[in-house]
C-alpha cells in the first residue's frame, strides 16, 4: 500500500516536492524501510521514518487487529513534528490522482483541521456518531486530514486528543477516528469529498439504497455528474 501511494504522490505534485514522514513501530523492519527510502530516492520523495513508542500515552488505549495501537500515533502529530506548522495525514490504503495543493494550502485559520465528512459511515453504522453525540453531517473520516499543528500544540497537542479519549473509551465504536472527532470535530473544516473518495461509494449506495443517510450533502455531491475524486481511499 505504501509504495503505491508514494508513486502516486510523485506523479502527481509537479513541482511542488513531496516529503513523506512515516509513522512506524517496530514491526517495520530495516530491510523494508531501506526499501522504501531507495524507492523514494528514485522518485525524488523526501522521506523520514519517525519510530513511535506510544509506551503510557497509547497504551491502555482500545487496539484490535483492524484497529493497532499504532492508529493512535497520528493523534501524537502535533508533537511528534514540533518544527512544522502543518501537515497532511493519509492512510496509506491511498491513491491521489492530482495536485493536492488547492488542499493543502487552504486557509485553515484557527481550525484544527480539515477533513471530509464519513458518509460511509452515516449509512451502514448510523449509531456511531450518535454513541459521542455528533450529527453525522459533522462525523468525519480521519484517513484524510489536514491538521493544524499550530494551533493544536498551542491548545494541548496530542496530549488534548489521547486524554478525551480516555474519558470516552466506553463510547468510541471506531475508536480512534472517535476520538478525533469528539477532540477536533467542533473545530474542523468540513471540504468537499473530492478530497477523500471512498472506493466503496457505489457499492454502499446500491446496498443501502432508500437509507436516508443518502439525501446527506456529501453523498448528494459525490453522485453527481462529473465528480472527480483527487483522492481514492480503498
Not at 1 to 8: G, N, V
Not at 15 to 42: M, N, W
Not at 96 to 106: E, T
Not at 114 to 131: F, M, Q, R, T
Request: aromatic share 10%; charged share 20%; glycine share 6%.
Amino acid at each position: 500500500h505504501a509504495a503505491a501511494l508514494i508513486h502516486s504522490l510523485a506523479e502527481t505534485q509537479g513541482d511542488r516536492g513531496v516529503s513523506i514522514y512515516y509513522l512506524h513501530d517496530e514491526t517495520l523492519t530495516s530491510p523494508v524501510q531501506a526499501t522504501l527510502k531507495t524507492y523514494c530516492d528514485k522518485l525524488g520523495v523526501q522521506l523520514r521514518f519517525i519510530n513511535v513508542d506510544g509506551g503510557d500515552a497509547t497504551g491502555a488505549l482500545p487496539a484490535c487487529s483492524l484497529i493497532p495501537e499504532l492508529a493512535w500515533y497520528r493523534t501524537m502529530l502535533p508533537d511528534l513534528l514540533p518544527e512544522l506548522d502543518r501537515v497532511l495525514y493519509l492512510d496509506t490504503d491511498i491513491i491521489v490522482r492530482s495536485s493536492l495543493a488547492a488542499f493543502f494550502d487552504r486557509d485553515l485559520g484557527d481550525a484544527y483541521a480539515a477533513c471530509i465528512n464519513d458518509y460511509l459511515a452515516a449509512i451502514a453504522h448510523p449509531e456511531v456518531a450518535k454513541n459521542i453525540d455528533i450529527a453525522y453531517e459533522k462525523y468525519f473520516n480521519s484517513g484524510v486530514m489536514l491538521l493544524n499543528l499550530k494551533a493544536l500544540r498551542r491548545d494541548g497537542g496530542g496530549q488534548l486528543i489521547l486524554d478525551i479519549a480516555r474519558k470516552n473509551i466506553a463510547h468510541l465504536h471506531f475508536p480512534d477516528q472517535d476520538a478525533l472527532n469528539l477532540a477536533l470535530g467542533f473545530n474542523a473544516q468540513l471540504v468537499d469529498p473530492c478530497w477523500n473518495y471512498p472506493a466503496l461509494s457505489g457499492e454502499y449506495f446500491s446496498k443501502y439504497r432508500g437509507n436516508p443517510a443518502l439525501e446527506m450533502p456529501a453523498c448528494k455531491r459525490v453522485s453527481e455528474r462529473g465528480f472527480s475524486p483527487v483522492i481514492l481511499h480503498y
